[in-house]
């Protein structure tokens, strides 16, 4: 298993690449090879030393660096990130075959299963040489690449998204198409993805697996087995928000949609995380004469999370440009009934009856159909409790790392059988 980030400590692709990587350990003889710079929290956390290898990777530092200099930090302009460390990322899987390769070539291993990088312009060094000795190659779960929707210019700009107006360039890079035609599964974790990577190529899509990359932990989401307490007649419904508070959250246009149903006290709004847009969120909710009904919880570590999530029973998701939506399962996972646009990863994870999906629209008509989706809500409290049961019941039974593990382990068979018609079914 290679996952270039795997660190418990961290969130997004470094907690996907140590959850799904520990996962599958459970299930299947496997040796995980990761960056130097996450050893120490692996060993913090309990990983057996034996169970991986640690690759020093200093092109992928000096990327880094570059990045976040050009981003002015690291909470905007992710595309400059992802484009630097793609660059530099090949030395990584050098340094791999230099290593393994001879292990390789002995047939110590049945595959090599490339986790992360998650974006699917990441060419791979090893496609070429693990097609040549026949070790089959699966790349995923891929995502990335999803448009910026008509209508929000402002707000990319604003997210310091320049370099995204170039991205077509990616197809230019030196190994990139070989690495999709060498490989012998893409598991591709959107739908956009899986069009963009697999495209009119009928040899590519016969061996595309669609597969989201998030899931929860049930040890940091005990909760997922205590169904939540039905509403108190009577009482606001409870709202939150959770993520990095920049523009494409679209944190400002929850507000704007509550902001009739926080003054007439039908709902409560709680806001958690933190980042440059936290002063101007403030400001909004001052100018709208909401401060008795909206909270700020600024950032929370991430395994405190679930005691502000816990607290509410609507987990309301504006964000106009997410890729995968782990923070949605985790609030299903507590029984919150998400509502969430029809956009990118967070629409594809909820089940019909499990949540609500706002049409992506322009500014005005989101806010709009926010304001109606939480009016309904405020209606009907006890329909919110029970669509909160099924998107919890559903995250248990599919979006568990474990549920994840014995996913892809259909996917490994099948891999090894040459990607036979029908394909692997994950939720079947």
Request: glycine share 8%; aromatic share 8%.
């Amino acid at each position: 298993m290679i996952a270039e980030a795997a660190n418990p400590e961290l969130t997004s692709v470094a907690l996907i690449g140590y959850s799904l990587s520990q996962a599958l350990a459970q299930v299947c003889d496997a040796h995980l090879i990761t960056e130097s710079r996450n050893e120490s929290s692996l060993l913090k956390f309990g990983v057996s030393p034996d169970t991986f290898t640690a690759v020093t990777n200093p092109a992928q530092r000096i990327a880094f660096r570059i990045a976040t200099l050009l981003r002015g930090g690291t909470s905007l302009g992710w595309t400059i990130h992802s484009a630097l460390t793609t660059l530099a990322y090949p030395l990584f899987e050098r340094k791999i075959w230099l290593q393994f390769g001879k292990a390789l070539k002995n047939g110590d291993y049945d595959l090599v299963h490339r986790i992360t990088p998650l974006s699917p312009t990441t060419p791979s060094y090893l496609a070429k040489r693990l097609s040549k000795i026949g070790i089959p190659l699966l790349l995923g779960p891929i995502n990335g690449g999803i448009p910026w929707p008509a209508g929000f210019d402002s707000v990319r700009l604003a997210e310091r998204e320049w370099l995204g107006y170039f991205r077509d360039l990616h197809r230019l890079l030196p190994g990139l198409h070989a690495t999709r035609e060498l490989a012998s599964t893409l598991i591709l974790a959107s739908r956009h993805t899986y069009h963009e990577v697999s495209g009119n190529e009928k040899a590519l899509d016969l061996k595309s697996v669609w597969l989201p990359e998030n899931a929860i932990d049930p040890a940091r989401f005990p909760e997922i087995d205590q169904p939540p307490s039905p509403p108190s007649p009577g009482k606001p419904l409870r709202i939150a928000f959770l993520g990095r508070l920049v523009p494409y959250k679209g944190a400002d246009m929850l507000i704007e949609a509550a902001a009739p149903l926080l003054r007439s006290g039908t709902i409560t709004l709680e806001i958690i995380g933190d980042g440059p847009q936290l002063p101007a969120l403030k400001e909004l909710v001052a100018k709208e004469k909401i401060q008795d009904s909206v909270s700020f919880a600024g950032w929370v570590a991430h395994e405190k999370v679930r005691g502000h999530l816990s607290t509410a029973q609507v987990f309301a998701f504006p964000s106009v440009r997410e890729f995968g939506g782990g923070v949605v399962l985790e609030a299903m996972a507590l029984g919150l009934a998400p509502i969430v646009l029809d956009y990118g990863g967070p629409a594809e994870l909820i089940p019909d009856g499990g949540g609500t999906i706002v049409p992506i629209g322009t500014r005005e008509q989101i806010i709009a159909s926010f304001h109606q989706a939480l009016s309904q809500a405020a209606a009907d409290p006890e329909k919110v409790h029970q669509t909160g049961l099924l998107a919890q019941r559903y995250v248990r039974d599919h979006y568990t790392w474990q549920a994840k593990a014995r996913q892809l382990v259909q996917i490994y068979h099948w891999t090894l059988a040459g990607c036979p018609v029908p394909k692997p079914d994950p939720f079947a």
